[in-house]
T-cell receptor, first 112, second 115 residues
Framework: DVKVTQSSRYLVKRTGEKVFLECVQD?????MFWYRQDPGLGLRLIYF???????EKGDIPEGYSVSREKKERFSLILESASTNQTSMYLC???????????FGDGTRLSIL | AQKITQTQPGMFVQEKEAVTLDCTYD???????LFWYKQPSSGEMIFLIY??????QNATEGRYSLNFQKARKSANLVISASQLGDSAMYFC????????????FGSGTKLNVKP
């Protein structure tokens, strides 16, 4: 089975801090994704990566950056955390074509 | 641009009954894929079922089936014989023919199964 592991289930940080969310997948997938999930809004794509060192902006990239130095690892960075970034963050990976995305368990991030 | 609409924020169903969760989509692509995911309160997203735009048969996976009506651009999820463990958020998603496997998600439907 595909395993996507997010480094933390729950995280509490302070306004202005630099926050790192880590995601690792074990199936050699080319594509990796970061979403945030808010009630009533579904999943919104922040950034995705289709290869090592390659990244593309999603629908809501402002205030975020990403890093993919190795194929299995995709990091989401909140450069200067703000309270409106309190949310559930989900990482996913996939191969190409019409294969499903496989998700991690999510990180519930609170910015105080 | 692709768009997914789920018009039912919440639904109740009696245990052992069937329930239909609605999903409509908008795309100008001829080739696309439709997916349903389940998200229990614990947070993980579980892939349930897939339907390709060229598939002539409706997809089925155990108690899950997808009522695909291409002309109406709808891809409703049918859960038969509901169980208490089916209580969760359900998301419909679509992928177009781009190379990056980029998905578009609906806002979700919260299903509550009553004993």
């Amino acid at each position: 089975d595909v395993k996507v592991t997010q480094s933390s289930r729950y995280l509490v940080k302070r306004t202005g801090e630099k926050v790192f969310l880590e995601c690792v997948q074990d199936m050699d997938h080319e594509n990796m994704f970061w979403y945030r999930q808010d009630p009533g809004l579904g999943l919104r794509l922040i950034y995705f990566s289709y290869d090592v060192k390659m990244k593309e902006k999603g629908d809501i990239p402002e205030g975020y950056s990403v890093s993919r130095e190795k194929k299995e690892r995709f990091s989401l960075i909140l450069e200067s955390a703000s309270t409106n970034q309190t949310s559930m963050y989900l990482c996913a990976s996939s191969t190409g074509g019409y294969q499903p995305q496989h998700f991690g368990d999510g990180t519930r991030l609170s910015i105080l | 641009a692709q768009k997914i609409t789920q018009t039912q924020p919440g639904m109740f169903v009696q245990e052992k009954e069937a329930v239909t969760l609605d999903c409509t989509y908008d795309t100008s692509d001829q080739s696309y894929g439709l997916f349903w995911y389940k998200q229990p309160s614990s947070g993980e997203m579980i892939f349930l079922i897939y339907q390709g735009s060229y598939d002539e048969q409706n997809a089925t996976e155990g108690r899950y089936s997808l009522n695909f009506q291409k002309a109406r651009k709808s891809a409703n999820l049918v859960i038969s014989a509901s169980q208490l463990g089916d209580s969760a958020m359900y998301f419909c998603a679509m992928k177009g023919p781009d190379n990056f496997n980029k998905f578009y998600f609906g806002s979700g439907t919260k299903l509550n199964v009553k004993p």
